[in-house]
């Protein structure tokens, strides 16, 4: 009898298992299910457009269009050309739309949380120090790509300005031209129709997958689209007669301008059988000969530099001790005066804040001087810190000036 309950209840128990298993792929079908019509809905509300909308996009006749967008974590960087007009040739017609994607390739780490006072140009805080660190999904061994990089002095740094929210104009107001306008494309403004920076920075080191370096004028978070070193030769305009002599074997500036080096990813077969072999071959440089460019140009406003006397008072000195900050670091900022045009002709001679790390640094302009006086220097304690002072003193008639909205030049 005992044989016959425990071989019923074995039955049993194996019964409820086959339910089980049955209710575990239904609810597995369900949420695959589920997923789908997520996915779904999700793909009709990105391309949901309103009838009004549908109506402009079909009555638009205008030229190719390019545009740029961003997620908010500034993790993907697309541009797409829409061709919106009626295709005329063929290759229009069996290609009307390109979409290309640039994922950042790693992010950007300085002293600056916020645009505030952050250096219009990367010579302005050539002390300042900033770190590259490599994404892990751009490369398996991401240090790899950084091999042989520590053998140049400085580096080019191409990454996009995430935290422009502003309209772009065709003309802006340079801070050095006192608030005459000059086209967008005259200037290094930030607030550009593609919003994309480059920065000359000098390399302090190369370490695994990130890059130490000096001259910050980037805002803490910025995404990297692409680092390449600098070459003087080809970055540099020279003349004969400015050409630096660093020994009896070095080219000369016509030997290097009557020579054509192939592009990058264009390398020659010889170039890739090594300098050994190509020494072998004779060059025949006559034919292709090109004068090397005469003086280089710039606008009188460009190099009108002006430069304010930064003072420090007891208490900031104090202050600068007990907190080791640098300096000089200070001084850079603010000699090269962060302000607007407009703080300066309505506000002038009034307090500034902004944050440098993790202190902030409260001055005094006085513009009838040219000086500039450090009051202050006082541990952040709370990133709203800054927030919260510029509302409160704001109320009280005190200019403050963020570096958004300020032209860079």
Known sequence: MQDDEAEHL?????????????????VRSLQHKQKKDIDDIARLLRNYRCEGCRQRENNHNSND????????DASTLTITTDVKCSP????????P?????????????????????????????GRLRGLIELNADV?????????????????WIIYHFHKNNSHPKAKVAPPRLGGERVGVFATRSPHRPCPIGLSLVEIERVEAASISFFGTDMVDGTPVLDIKPYIPFYDSPITDSGRISTGPGEPTTSDFYNFRQEP??????????????????????????????QAV???????????????????????????????QCIIDILEADPRSVYLRTKYNSQIFTFQLSEVTVTCKFDDKNS??????????EHLQDVNNDITTNNAHGIAYNGVEGVDNE
């Open 297 to 327: 140009k710039v606008p009188s406003w460009v190099t009108a530099a002006h430069r304010l006397i930064v003072t420090f008072n007891d208490r900031a000195e104090a202050q600068l001790q007990s907190l080791r900050i640098q300096k």
């Open 264 to 293: 990058d990813g264009e390398e020659s077969e010889m170039e890739m059988m090594g300098a050994a072999s190509l020494a072998q071959t004779p060059v025949n440089f006559s034919n292709h000969y090109t004068p090397p460019p």
């Open 371 to 380: 000086t500039v006086t450090v009051l202050q220097i006082r541990p952040t």
């Open 97 to 125: 739309q390109t979409k290309e994607i640039f994922r950042p390739i790693g992010l950007i780490r300085t002293c600056f949380p916020e645009k505030r006072a952050v250096p219009r140009q990367s010579s302005v805080g």
């Open 139 to 155: 490369f398996t061994n991401p240090e790899h790509a950084l091999d042989g990089l520590e053998e140049y002095s400085h580096l």
């Open 65 to 72: 269009e390019c545009i740029l967008t961003t997620n908010n």
């Open 10 to 26: 074995k039955n049993q128990l194996t019964l409820a298992r086959n339910e089980i298993n049955k209710l575990r792929q239904q």
């Open 88 to 95: 005329t040739t063929k290759t229009e017609q069996q290609y």
